[in-house]
Structures are given as structure tokens and as C-alpha cells.
């Protein structure tokens, strides 16, 4: 795996652009030093060695830096993006920092959007990743559409290869790609939830549902990354005819709960499509 070379600027510093950087730091992909981020709470900016207020002093730090092209991380909500944005560009133009890359993780946001926004020489490359990159487990699909500088893919495939997997695809296909896997943990925790609400409900105290449940989920889970066995084919090992599992799966299959899935992740694309529109 490559190691980073340049320094990262990271605007906003929530929970994702924290565990992206803290697992590259981990991965020993980057150090403390290369990496800095603008944030106006003071209990995020404490969780990195480099933070700033503002963009003033953040673009005067990213001037200081050895001569490579530095990438910036934009990491704030998507609809704060035409407010927060501005202002470094303006600070980095005082500043005089060399032309950047900005790296998106905004649902959304699109490239032209962005790039709209930079300046002359700066560069663009879109991405969505998920949580589990918190424990290094993330799956990350970066977007090809603009056709990245190869440097540029190199240093952004080494970032977030270093808290998981990455795919390259086409920015037509990131809002689909959102819908399963930026938004995917979301579903496991759902069926997490009521998977606990429904043991105790047959009789199980709340710890014990939640052990039970937790490593259910998690042993599933490590059985599903490490078989050749599609789901279907998993599934079908546990489920004998007219037995429990069959039974819970009918009643599932009942209430159509394989459509409603389906539905929600067709719910989830279109939103993106829709915040693209409003950006």
C-alpha cells in the first residue's frame, strides 16, 4: 500500500472525517503532523494534534507545509457546503496555498458542483464511504467520471484503503452506492434493534438480548465475508422446511419484507438524486 505524502486539510470534523484520518494515522499511512482540520467545536478540534477555528489560520498552516499538493478533506453536512466552502477558498488564495485536491465525501455534492467553487488548478475527486471505517472495516467507492489525476487516485485510494475496502465507479453510480453502503450499516442496526425489542419480548432480559444479538450479528456477519455461499445459499443451510427458521422466514417473506428492503434502498438513491438538485 502506498504511504501518504501529503499533508490533509479536513473541513469539518465529525465523526467520519475523524475516523478516516485517526485510521490512516493507525494504518501508519499518515502522521500526526501531516493532518489538520477547521471545526468551530472545540471538542472536535481537540481530538486533533493540528485545529483551527477558521480558515485564516488553517490556510496558513497548509502554506507551511513541504512542497506536495495537499488534499482537502470536505467533511461537513452537505447543505453547509455553499457557506463553509467560500471562505477557505478566499483564505487559501491570501494564503497563497498551492492548488489542491479536494476530496468530497458529501452525498450529493457533485464534482461540477464542487468544482465550480475552486480555484484554477485545484482538483476534484468525489467519494462515499460508511462507518464501520471507524474500526477500520469501511467500504469506500471512489468516483472515476472526471478521470483523476493519477497521483491524485493513488493518494486518495492509499487514504481510505487504509479503514477498509475501495471500489472505483462511475459518480452516476454513488447515490445507488449510498443507498447500500453509505446507509447500509443503518439497516443491520435496524434489524439489531428489533431483533433485542423482540427477545425480550419473548422472554430474554435486556443484556441478555443484547449479547445474544451483538454476536449473532457479528458471527453472521464473518461467516457471510468468509464463505463462497451466496446469502441465499447461507440462508437456505439454516432454514429446514416447516422448522423455526422457516417459520420466521415465511412471516417475513408475509409481510413482504424483502420488497420493503428493496424499497428503502430505491428511497435512499432517489434522496441522493434529490439532494444533488438542491445543492
Avoid at 123 to 139: D, K
Wanted: charge should be negative; charged fraction near 20%; aromatic fraction near 4%.
Amino acid at each position: 500500500m502506498k504511504t501518504l505524502d501529503a499533508p490533509i486539510l479536513a473541513l469539518g470534523g465529525g465523526n467520519m472525517a475523524h475516523a478516516i484520518l485517526a485510521g490512516a494515522i493507525q494504518a501508519q499511512q499518515l502522521t500526526d503532523g501531516q493532518v489538520a482540520v477547521i471545526d468551530p467545536n472545540e471538542e472536535r478540534r481537540s481530538l486533533f494534534a493540528n485545529a483551527f477555528q477558521g480558515p485564516g489560520d488553517a490556510s496558513a498552516w497548509l502554506a507551511s507545509q513541504p512542497d506536495h499538493r495537499p488534499l482537502v478533506l470536505l467533511a461537513v453536512k452537505p447543505q453547509m457546503l455553499r457557506e463553509a466552502l467560500p471562505p477557505l477558498i478566499e483564505a487559501m488564495q491570501v494564503a497563497q496555498v498551492r492548488p489542491c485536491t479536494f476530496v468530497s465525501i458529501l452525498a450529493g455534492s457533485r464534482i461540477e458542483t464542487i468544482g465550480s467553487m475552486l480555484r484554477e488548478g485545484d482538483r476534484v475527486i468525489r467519494v462515499m464511504t460508511n462507518t464501520p471505517a471507524q474500526i477500520g472495516q469501511g467500504m469506500t467507492a471512489i468516483a472515476n467520471d472526471n478521470q483523476p489525476d493519477p497521483d491524485d487516485l493513488c493518494q486518495v485510494r492509499a487514504l481510505f484503503e487504509a479503514v477498509g475496502e475501495v471500489i472505483v465507479i462511475p459518480e452516476s453510480l454513488l447515490d445507488a452506492f449510498t443507498a447500500v453502503a453509505g446507509s447500509g450499516p443503518a439497516y443491520l442496526f435496524y434489524l439489531a434493534e428489533g431483533m433485542m425489542r423482540a427477545a425480550e419480548s419473548i422472554g430474554f432480559t435486556a443484556e441478555q438480548a443484547s449479547t445474544i444479538v451483538r454476536q449473532t450479528l457479528l458471527g453472521s456477519s464473518g461467516l457471510l465475508a468468509r464463505s463462497m455461499d451466496t446469502p441465499g445459499e447461507l440462508r437456505s443451510k439454516v432454514t429446514s422446511k416447516n422448522g423455526t427458521t422457516y417459520a420466521a422466514t415465511t412471516t417475513l417473506d408475509d409481510h413482504k419484507v424483502m420488497d420493503a428492503i428493496v424499497a428503502a434502498l430505491t428511497a435512499a438513491r432517489d434522496r441522493g438524486v434529490e439532494l444533488a438538485s438542491e445543492a
